[in-house]
């Protein structure tokens, strides 16, 4: 059991903050990369660095973040981490230099990663251990709200004839006061359960040896995917349907997010009435078939199919970490650092496609995404998970 001071109300509406806050950081680059190509004529390939370095960095840190928590406090973790996304935010306003965006992005990267490592178990222990599964979701609900939001707020500013680096210093200040507000705030103490902690050397051999490579791919290829299609969208549209990347090309991707943010509430519906393979193939087959409409068709059908994808692929995270933790028996902790590391093709996806952009251009890059989709359709097949009522993990 946690050892805690007590449930805190305020601490959980903090938490929630932070998870907004933490997906204000994440999510706009997608809308602001066409802006970035333009103004430092950069080749698809180099664009696609962008994305790499922020989860690249996502994906590295998370398990030291995880041992770094463990052997010091949240608090301490959360400040630092908002202090170095902080100079980031600064360091990229003053320098607005490509190479300086690929180190700023790199350093937010291990800021959101470690602030998400640590705010979970706070989040358990804040709210009360019986309604953590309902605080992780509203959780989720914020990061996916910001998500929608973040967009907007990019489009806001260009609109009003502000360059697009000024999102910078709104980034640095928000950082700034969540620094302030976590210095003075009494955060609860917290120790973690088994399943929050890495395991040992062995633990991983054997998760290897029971499929863990497997699950590791799969959420590598559904996180590629999602960032596949929230980096490139508002480029595509511009490219092939001259879509304003500044106003409407911004607005799909806020939809796309917007979209997978309802498609969260409308999926804990049915996986309460339906086996999650037969939800997850389903899913599949829908993503398929808007993704190749909005890939193919016209603009007018381009600039809602392509955002829809993200209602329809709203459910398959937390399934595919569902079967995945169902899949075995014990180390459900030591797993989720596997899987957690698998956001790593949120860094690798994007960069696949700007690289095969460049030669044979953006829609036959993003084609790639269809070979994500299918492994995603065929997990609903060959997943045999022995446990029943696998435990969901949130991100």
Not at 134 to 141: D, E, P, R, W, Y
Request: aromatic letters at 10%; a positive charge.
């Amino acid at each position: 059991m946690s050892t805690r001071r007590g449930r805190s109300p305020g601490v959980v509406v903090l938490v929630l903050v932070v998870f907004f806050v933490v997906s204000l950081f994440t999510n706009t680059l997608g809308a602001l990369l066409p802006e970035i190509i333009g103004s430092f004529q950069l080749s698809l390939t180099a664009a696609g660095l962008l994305p790499f370095s922020f989860f690249v960095a996502y994906g590295l840190a998370s398990i030291p973040a995880g041992l770094w928590a463990e052997r010091s406090s949240e608090k301490r973790v959360m400040m630092a981490s908002f202090t170095l996304a902080l100079l980031a935010s600064v360091t990229f306003a003053l320098v607005p230099r490509y190479h300086v965006a690929i180190a700023s992005l790199f350093g937010t990267g291990v800021a959101c990663a470690a602030i998400q490592v640590a705010a979970q178990p706070l989040l358990r222990v804040a709210g009360g251990e019986t309604r953590f599964a309902f605080f992780s979701t509203l959780g989720q609900l914020a990061f996916g709200a910001a998500s929608f939001v973040s967009p907007r707020v990019y489009a806001g500013l260009v609109e009003r004839h502000l360059p697009w680096m000024n999102l910078y210093w709104l980034f640095a200040m928000l950082a700034g006061v969540m620094v302030v507000v976590l210095g003075v705030v009494k955060l609860p103490a917290v120790e973690r359960k088994d399943d929050e902690r890495a395991g040992s050397l062995e633990t991983h051999r054997t998760l290897v040896r029971e499929g863990a490579l497997r699950w590791f791919a799969s959420i590598f290829l559904y996180v590629g995917l999602e960032q596949g299609m929230s980096s490139w969208i508002s480029q595509f549209l511009a490219t092939y349907h001259g879509v304003d990347p500044r106003s409407d090309g911004a607005a799909a991707v806020s939809w796309f997010w917007g979209l997978m943010t309802l498609g969260c509430v409308s999926g804990l519906v049915l996986l309460k009435l339906f086996d999650s393979r037969k939800v997850l193939v389903v899913h599949a087959v829908l993503a398929i078939i808007l993704f190749a409409l909005g890939l193919l068709g016209p603009k007018s059908v381009a600039v809602i199919a392509l955002p829809a994808v993200g209602l329809v692929a709203s459910v398959m995270w937390p399934i595919i970490f569902a079967l995945a933790l169902g899949s075995v028996r014990t180390h459900h902790g030591t797993l989720s650092g596997i899987l957690c590391t698998a956001i790593v093709g949120g860094a690798i996806i994007p960069l696949i496609i700007g690289r095969i952009g460049d030669r044979f251009g953006l829609r036959a890059g993003m084609a790639v995404l269809f070979l994500n989709l299918t492994w995603i359709l065929a997990i609903g097949f060959w997943a045999k998970p022995p446990l029943e009522n696998a435990p969901q993990n949130e991100r």
